[in-house]
């Protein structure tokens, strides 16, 4: 089986590290079956949610490997249920201060949970077509008398698109053109509107790309001459209730007046789109608009049209591109100077999911977003939720005199350094699930303003419920141990003698730390708003 296609390796790591040996094989071979199963039946991409969603499952007692020769008995069950019975105790006898570090907490994680959302859904897109792995936009790039780029289109010639497929069989598996139209006035009864999403396309557009069809068949709606498909919206913006298929909608644009046949109606094109469909017509009209077929497959100046490819699973794109220029010559001969054409044009494949972030060529369907600002954001959420547990860690070292009297108590009554390590660790990562809950319902209520700001369609479990369960586990976990990790190791090794003479050297020790992370906390709330603004 190709690799390519294989379960997440990273949960396949994990599973490994927590099953217990004797289970293992069977189950990861239970695992790896089921998702091979579901690769046939769903997609790539909902196979492997669905394989992490499993492996999640197996996190049960029975599974989990043994830990130092025990299972986890009743009695690692009574240690835990202590030490949270303890860090609430805590919590609820300093209200005030159990209230700054939650909230505090909250506010970061929600400002990090709203940035990743954002992040999350620029990085998704085009992902949800089945072979989007496998599509590649060609692009036409002309070169001057120096080798350098003059000019570079993300759409190409008409004859592009069907001579690719030709010349090279098996390889490119099949190729579809799109025509954008501007902005003709669409008609329909006594409804008229101009419309902005407005193409004509290959017959073979839904065989490339998988949007749902809620009416007609997506192999031959668009086979035949003066046919159209319409997204839903669409459908019902011109005939309401009403069933479109089968009725006419007059096409209106560049002197020209066509009634085009509804045999289709598809979903509306998703949010995480690099272009958006209202409208798409048989390409049919614009062979017929150049005069036929045969006329429109000798245009090579008329660099107006989108064309994708679909290549086999795990096809290398670089051999397809190193014969382009022998695909050029062919072609297109020689150019006005004599020499071959191939010395002054150049076609580029780049995959479907990277356009949105990283073309930004002469020429795009739509404007695209930049991943340099994915970067950006990122940082500037790990700040945040750096700076949060920076401020996490000042109120606990601050609290260090009054929990080093208790530290020092406990180990005069016989405490073990490893428990008092755990315990806080405990209350820790009790704040940061609380933090955690408390910022979900601030996220909730804050994401349609944020979505007004962005101009996104963000949802609170995104594109990919799994990507929130995993961001807010990993919080939990992270801040939990990274926040709570300095004050759990730090006040554990008081020595209880030192502490109960009242020497104030761990306070000193305390308060020196609190400097040192305070400075930081101001130099990296600065730095990234520094290099936005510079960017």
């Not at 906390?521 to 936005?532: E, L, T, Y």
Request: proline share 3%; hydrophobic share 45%; charged share 20%.
């Amino acid at each position: 089986m190709n690799k390519k296609i294989g379960p997440p390796q990273l949960f396949t790591k994990w599973f490994g590290w927590f099953c217990a040996d004797e289970y293992y094989e069977e189950l990861q071979g239970d695992l790896e079956e089921a998702f091979y199963d579901n690769v046939e039946l769903y997609g790539l991409r909902k196979a492997r949610q669905l394989y992490r969603l499993e492996v999640l499952k197996m996190l049960r007692p029975s599974v989990i490997k043994k830990l130092n020769g025990q299972n986890y008995n009743s009695n690692n069950i009574d240690m835990l249920s202590n030490y949270l019975k303890i860090a609430i105790r805590n919590m609820l006898g300093q209200k005030v201060y159990s209230f700054i570090n939650v909230f505090g907490l909250a506010v970061g994680m929600t400002a990090t949970i709203l940035i990743s959302l954002y992040v999350q859904d620029e990085l998704s897109y085009d992902k949800y077509h089945e072979k989007s792995d496998r599509i590649y936009r060609v692009s036409r790039e002309w070169l001057n008398q120096d080798g350098e780029s003059s000019l570079h289109l993300g759409h190409v010639a008409a004859p592009f698109g069907p001579l690719l497929k030709n010349d090279f069989e098996g390889i490119v598996l099949n190729a579809v053109r799109m025509n954008s139209s501007g902005r003709p006035l669409v008609v329909h009864g006594d409804k008229r509107f101009e419309e902005n999403n407005f193409f004509f396309a290959d017959a073979d557009l839904f065989d490339v790309f998988s949007w749902k069809m809620l009416k007609g068949n997506r192999k031959t709606a668009l086979s035949e001459p003066n046919t159209i498909v319409l997204s839903a919206s669409a459908a019902k913006r011109y005939f309401g209730d009403e069933d479109p298929m089968g009725q006419t909608v007059t096409y209106n644009d560049f002197g020209l007046s066509q009634e085009l046949k509804v045999t289709g109606v598809m979903e509306d094109t998703p949010h995480n789109s690099h272009f958006k469909m209202d409208m798409v017509a048989s390409f049919h009209m614009v062979e017929m608009f150049f005069g036929g077929r045969e006329n429109l497959m000798k245009n090579w100046g008329g660099n107006n049209y989108s064309t994708f490819i679909v290549v086999p699973e795990g096809y290398n794109i670089a051999d397809l591109e190193a014969q382009i220029p022998g695909f050029i010559d062919k072609h297109l001969g020689e150019n006005m100077s004599g020499a071959m054409a191939s010395t002054t044009n150049r076609l580029h494949f780049m995959p479907l999911t990277d356009i949105h972030l990283h073309s930004h060529l002469d020429s795009e369907i739509e404007a695209n977003g930049d991943i340099a600002y994915v970067y950006t954001y990122t940082i500037i959420a790990l700040f945040i939720l750096i700076i949060a547990c920076i401020n996490f860690m000042n109120l606990s070292t601050a609290r260090s005199v009054k929990r080093a009297r208790e530290v020092g108590v406990r180990k005069v009554m016989g405490a073990y350094r490893s428990s008092l390590i755990r315990q806080f660790i405990t209350e820790s990562v009790l704040v940061a699930f609380i933090s955690v809950l408390l910022s979900v319902l601030l996220v909730y209520f804050l994401l349609p303003g944020f979505n007004n700001f962005s101009g996104k369609e963000l949802t609170l479990l995104g594109t990919d419920p799994m990507f929130l369960v995993g961001l807010l586990a990993a919080v939990v976990i992270v801040v939990g141990f990274v926040a709570g990790s300095y004050p759990a190791f730090y006040l554990s090794a008081y020595q209880p003698a030192v502490v109960l003479k009242g020497s104030n050297k761990a306070n000193n020790q305390a308060f020196s730390l609190r400097s040192i992370l305070v400075i930081f906390q101001f130099f990296i709330s600065i730095w990234p708003s520094d290099r936005v603004v510079s960017f």
